[in-house]
């Protein structure tokens, strides 16, 4: 799993705007109940110099994103981005005609939500009672400045202020990395008040709410516009549409690319790239993933043995590796043994390339050790012997176009909303053709896509609730092992009550470009015990 959401937990939109009579602004007025928020700039509406503006204020579970890290669902910093997405409301409105940018700040203070409906009237004021508005923060604090008290001073534990963030048009979503903001949120570095979300201070209307010349909103150095640029809503988190609420998303790439059933011998035919393999070791104990006692986290290290005469045992001394080809072994002048490394909790990696005996070799050895007994075999400590299948690197005299046939071998009926399944694809060349003998003796080959990704939409519309990741975070890329392809997918990122489809797109180098394939997986999602 590579993808994790966090629903806003609370959101509203404050406003300084006008009421429909023109002589009263809706200030003390709060929209915490509405299931859209809004922000936009007008000006010479009342008079030919009046500005209104409304703000956006959302705030999310950090305390979630910190639990979900202590127990390793989402990785440690630096291993992990986080994007704040909210989401087009179509409305009847004028919104901004062309490019444009909005502001995306943390706040300074601590807000209630309310209970306000009226993003018409701003006739739910709260005088009072429970909720933020553009004068108060809360019903008993007011806000140092009208709008909204907002981060503003940088430091070296805070180096910005705020994210500016383009916007082609006003209709479009809104998507940005604010990966350092939550990282400070969730360090405890900046208390978690929330953000708040505006136009930016370029189309933002001047604002003077003291009518004594100075602006007093959170950024004195903008002069702000004198035109208007309307109005623009987003889903707020009561919303209907599951997949419009505002959400932080955090990606990854959990991806574990292991070679064992994709081994290849080394070939002038293959870049240095190409000619490295990589192999894991899974060290299961009473069914659960344990560190090796005594390799801990530390490093784990990697012989390669030729086979006894029947090829069921290693046999002989450690096999000497090339020295010319990327590996890590103890020593320079140790070519036996590679070191390999911990990953995570009972899994361990190793990356090596080895060249072709004569006669070829038909199965390799792979055991990992302590590292103390070199090229020798059964001295030091073994933790674990594996076994490998090479293949040779060959060309061809004519264009290759791959066809594949494909399932997922576990794929079931229906899950559970709150489940973490783990799905296994199956994948072969199309024009498989065996004959009587090979359909009775052979096992049909299952290929391994180097480069596969998914993505996931929802049957009755076609909507995509999870899309193909496949830019530089590569969180939707499938993982793969001797047994093929395979990816774990958080069933709460989809809305009970549907049936979705999982797509799949394979990286066709030839093309430089990703590939989707033409086959559909369709699963249902329930809210309850099935």
Known sequence: MALKRYTASADTTIVNAYQPNLRTRGTGANMGAADVLETFSIYGRQSTSSAELSRVLIKFPIDAITTDR??????????????LRLFNAANSKTAPSGA????????????QEGYGLDLEGYKDVTKGNIGANWMSASNSTAWSKTGGDYVSTANAAYPFRWYNVSASNGISDLEVDITQLVELWSAGTLNNYGIGVHLSGAYEAYYDSTEDGTYDGYNNDLTGATVSYYTKRFFARGSQFFFKRPYIEARWNSTRKDDRGDFYYSSSLAGVNENLNTIYLYNYVRGQLSDIPGSSTGAIYVSLYSGSADNTQP???ALALPTTLPRTTVSSINPYVVTGGWISTGVYTASLAT????????VLFDVWHDGSGKNKPHAGVEYVT?????????????VIKPHYYMTITNLQENYNSTETARFNLYVRNKNWSPTIYTKANETIENLSILSASYRVYRIIDGYSAVGYGTGSQKHTEMSYDISGNYFDFDMNLLEPGFTYAFKFAFYENGLSSWMEQPDSFKFRVEDHEY
């Open 315 to 317: 046999s002989g001394s």
């Open 386 to 398: 594996g076994s490998i299948v090479p293949l040779h690197f060959s060309s061809s005299q004519t």
């Open 70 to 83: 202590t127990n390793t669902v989402i990785p440690g910093s630096g291993s992990v981005s986080f994007y």
């Open 355 to 362: 060249t072709s005996a004569m006669p070829p070799l038909t």
């Open 100 to 111: 444009f940018s909005y502001t995306v700040q943390p706040l300074s203070r601590d807000w």
